[in-house]
């Protein structure tokens, strides 16, 4: 059962005399990104575990093991799929939203007058795929609204109209 | 002190020795130790003699280059010989202001003043010793500053709110210490029935267990006794210790959450903690308390008079409440008899707890985040649990497993009252020194089972008083 947010069944609510903004989703470029990076820990899983076990017990052995990583492999395909499209932010005239997770589903909504600072952080990997990742931290540590897997130039335009909100809406603690 | 008033000022000059009070105590164990010749040799006394001189010439030196000044509405520290520090910490911006006295400097008639800002406890300024009436005066004046008063006012008078009697203190922490004790007992009764050939190991970890509780209740009735709440017009004055002495003031304004705890033992007594909670971690200050002791409003009282305690402080009245649907009890069924959250256009507040119940009340106008969780159990009951953060580490009020419908409402109603709170808080920021005169308002109806307030009159729904 969707409550909110999400893809499909998403329910974001409108400000009062204001349309409702869309929720946007990070790049397409994640799932890509995501697939390189479960594809190669599988290669290199199958390899390592499939030469052990090769060493210690033989032919079949490798195959089975071999198996059982892309089997893993394939659930954590179909895994981190979900968990990419589930997550959306929805940028609200004074506050943002950040819905994520599969499981555990976890929707916050943060104005920006808590802002604290943003950080746009990009990995080695993520600079490969040209992505970064927001995040907007507010003096309470519980409050979580990381964005990943951002096109440079929509991480950029996010900080940017983040640190412009914060200024303008700010509020001592 | 030197300096003319309104320049630069140093130290007591007898800081240093406070100061390094206890390497010095520790560098004389050393000394006593290699020369009362245990580990026989000579020759090395040199060494010990130049290590207590280290210690004394770094004391003196940082007592030598650190410095102070009230410049108008900041408070500016310098300290440092090589890497120089110079800290300006704003009036405006102040969270707490603290008189701390470790014996040894109260022995002196010294006082070391700290001043708490949001963020960890690195970005507290912290000045160590100066004299006790320097100490006092100077926090009057920060005060005074603080709320846009003339430095010059003088400290203004008090109203005694609470005290702790040494008995129920003493009561209080034995009862905790029984709560372990028995904990401890069962944990020895399994181990004796499952494996009785252990027994004898357990039996030394179980006089090992003896041994650190003493200190633990030691330094609890310590730190507390004679612990004494106060409200003036400048904040919420908290007095406790009993070698060193510890004097708390923290403007009303900064309150971020207030919390009553009442572990098991508690209870048949009707006793309470009340916990408060200011902007900025506790962090680590060894000799004068925990981070607990930090945010202790109240370490032990009746039920009754803290819940008008906890109004005092928020100045307002306690949100109806209301429990969460049936199915919960299958989610969360050791906790479900406390469950309860409710909220209304000022404040949220939050009951959770298996054994002991804690009751969380955060004011909207200090919120920094709306969350709304799902797990997969939830999911399946159509349940979702509500935050509501304020500055700091698991400070929360939490709308524990409300149905699926009301949560999205709730996280929708509630992220558009904090917003009204928050300007109604920016756009008529509290003018210079108008906090309300002390008042204590009525004790509210208080469901005889569950202990939860009712709904009641309120006075003035949806406005914090």
Redesign the interface.
């Known amino acids: 059962?969707h409550?909110?947010g999400g893809r499909e069944g998403c329910?974001v609510?409108p400000m009062p005399g204001s349309a409702a903004p869309a929720p946007k989703s990070p790049s397409p470029r994640l799932w890509r990104m995501r697939r390189w990076q479960i594809a190669g820990t599988a290669a290199v899983a199958a390899l390592g575990a499939g030469t052990a076990a090769a060493l210690a017990a033989g032919a079949p052995a490798a195959a089975i093991t071999v198996a059982v990583v892309l089997v893993a492999a394939l659930a954590a395909f179909w895994f981190v799929r979900n968990r990419v499209r589930a997550w959306t932010y929805t940028e609200r005239e004074?506050?943002l939203i950040v819905a994520r997770g599969v499981?555990?589903?976890?929707?916050?909504?943060?104005?920006y007058?808590?802002m604290q600072f943003v950080d746009v952080t990009a990995g080695p990997v993520e600079r490969a795929f040209r992505l970064a990742t927001v995040k907007l931290h507010?003096?309470?540590?519980?409050?979580?609204?990381r964005i990943p897997g951002l096109e440079r130039e929509e991480a950029a335009r996010l900080r940017d109209r983040l640190a412009a909100l914060g200024e303008a809406k700010a509020?001592?603690? | 002190m030197t300096g003319q008033p309104g320049g630069w000022h140093r130290l007591h000059p007898l800081s240093p020795l406070v100061r390094s009070g206890r390497a010095a105590v520790g560098v004389l164990a050393i000394v006593g130790i290699s020369a009362s010749g245990q580990f026989g040799h000579d020759g090395s006394h040199l060494l010990d003699w130049a290590l207590a001189a280290a210690v004394v010439i770094g004391a003196v030196v940082n007592w030598l280059v650190t410095r102070w000044k009230l410049d108008g509405a900041t408070l500016r520290i310098e300290t440092g010989l090589l890497r120089r520090d110079s800290r300006q910490l704003p009036v405006a911006?102040i969270?707490a202001v603290d008189v701390v006295r470790p014996f040894l400097a109260r022995a002196l008639g010294l006082a070391e003043l700290r001043v708490r800002l949001?963020g960890s406890s690195h970005a507290d300024g912290r000045l160590a010793y100066l004299p006790e009436q320097a100490a006092l005066d100077l926090r009057a004046r920060l005060l005074a500053a603080h709320h846009g008063l003339d430095p010059a006012t003088p400290e203004p008078g008090e109203q005694i709110l609470a005290s702790v009697p040494t008995g129920r203190l003493v009561g209080s922490v034995l009862a905790s210490g029984a709560s372990l004790l028995i904990a401890l007992l069962v944990a020895e009764l399994v181990v004796i029935l499952v494996a009785p050939a252990v027994l004898a190991a357990s039996g030394s970890t179980f006089l090992i267990f003896l041994l650190t509780l003493v200190p633990m209740v030691w330094r609890r009735l310590a730190t507390e006794y004679g612990f004494t709440l106060a409200q003036s017009p400048d904040g919420i004055r908290i007095r406790r210790g009993l070698l060193g002495t510890v004097a708390e003031t923290i403007p009303l304004r900064?309150v971020?959450a207030v919390r009553m705890v009442e572990p098991v033992l508690w209870r048949p007594l009707g006793w309470c903690r009340l916990e408060i909670d200011v902007?900025g971690s506790p962090g680590r200050d060894h000799a004068d308390g925990s981070g607990r002791l930090r945010k202790t409003l109240l370490p032990v009282g009746h039920r009754e008079p803290a819940w008008r305690l906890m109004l005092l402080v928020m100045a307002a009245d306690p949100p109806p409440l209301v429990r969460p649907p049936g199915q919960a009890r299958r989610k969360a069924p050791l906790s479900y008899h406390f469950l309860a959250s409710g909220h209304d256009a000022a404040t949220a507040m939050g009951v959770t707890g298996r054994l002991r119940k804690v009751t969380t009340w955060v004011p909207l106008?200090?919120?920094?985040?709306?969350?709304?969780?799902?797990?997969?159990v939830q999911?399946i009951l159509?349940l979702?649990t509500v935050?509501v953060?304020?500055?700091?580490?698991?400070?929360?009020a939490e709308f524990r497993d409300r149905s699926?419908?009301e949560?999205?409402q709730l996280?929708?109603d509630l992220?558009a009252l904090?917003?009204v709170a928050?300007r109604r808080?920016?756009g008529t920021a509290i003018p210079a020194g108008a906090v309300p005169p002390p008042s204590i308002p009525p004790a509210p109806a208080i469901h005889a089972q569950s202990g939860l307030p009712l709904a009641g009159p309120a006075t003035q729904p949806g406005q914090r008083r």
Request: net charge positive; with cysteine.
């Open positions: 059962m409550l909110v329910t609510w004074d506050d499981l555990v589903r976890r929707l916050s909504v943060v104005p007058g808590r507010t003096a309470a540590t519980a409050s979580d609204a509020a001592g603690l | 911006r969270q949001a900064r971020q902007a106008e200090k919120v920094q985040s709306v969350r709304m969780v799902t797990g997969p999911r159509s979702a935050h953060d304020a500055a700091g580490r698991r400070v929360r699926g419908e949560a999205a996280v929708e992220a904090c917003r928050r808080a920016t």
